[in-house]
């Protein structure tokens, strides 16, 4: 097992740099750099804008740009400045990371609790009506678009009922409450977009494994329902749902960048969104290196989770 997460974790620097080079190479592609966005509203001469390309270091061939950025992370442990307002993005990403980790987890947990038991549920009650409504919710889950369900939930509210949701964010520890009463509602559509996908392979995995004969034994010996579910047949379904939920990271990230800009969230979603309007190079880059550090490290905590799931899966 060491030998395994050792040669993981090796791998995991080719990625970083593969993911790096191609978003540093990406956001150049992007029409219009930071400096025209600057000057917008000023009638500047060319020479100016060219004296401040000059000055942000833009004007610098592509791999000089690279490695100077690359290096100053490697060596001294900082991402850099952001071009737009030139504040250190790691003091940025101390106020906004633990937010996009609230909302995440909270998304997640309740992406859980609607599916695994609604996944169990319809699996027990196979081709009935209530297995047929559960798997039409699951659909739907999948169906529907987060943005217009937020938008909804913004909107509908305010119309009928005179209620619009905080757009004020408060810090957990501030006035946890308050903050709670922010989150809740994004979280919660988030948890509706995830749990369709995790749902529905619940309900396939159960199904499988409650055909097998040692639950028809477990059956056979009198066993409480809720101990033959839960005990044996969710336990031996749950690997492959575990291996979606990590690859559902993505999606959650995907899904914190939209909700976060419409709930007016300060988390690192919003903050890429404004980074990439505003063709901030060095807080996409940063942001996106996190993002890909989340995933990388989610997907090795998955192929450990198997061992400790299943005794009989080891690493060699």
Partial sequence: MHKYIFR?????????????LFVFALVRFLPGDVVSLMMEDYSGYAKDMEELRDKLGLTRPFHEQYV????????????????????????DLKLKIPVTLQLGIMGLLISLLISIPL?????????TPLDYAARSTAIGMLAIPGFWLATLAITLPSIWWAWAPPL???????????????????????????????????????????????????WAKGLAQRFVLFRH????????????????????????????SIFVVPGMGRYLLEAITNRDYPVVQAIILIFALLIVFANLIVDILYAWLDPRIRYS
């Fill in 8 to 20: 993981r974790l090796v791998l995991i620097i080719p990625t970083l740099l593969g993911v790096t």
């Fill in 68 to 91: 100077a950025w690359l290096g100053n992370i490697v060596l001294n442990q900082d991402l850099g400045v952001s071009l737009r307002d030139q504040s250190r993005i790691i003091d």
């Fill in 119 to 127: 996944g169990v549920f319809s699996a027990v009650k196979q081709d």
């Fill in 168 to 218: 004020r964010y408060t810090q957990f520890f501030d006035d946890p409450g308050k903050n709670l009463s922010q989150m809740i509602l994004p979280a919660l559509i988030l948890g509706i977009g995830l749990s369709g996908t995790v749902m529905r392979l619940t309900r396939t995995q159960m199904l499988e494994v409650l055909r097998q004969d040692y639950i028809r034994t477990a």
């Fill in 233 to 260: 047949a969710l336990k031996n379904a749950i690997i492959p749902i575990v291996t979606v939920i990590g690859l559902q990271l993505g999606v959650l990230i995907s899904g914190a960048v939209v909700l976060e």
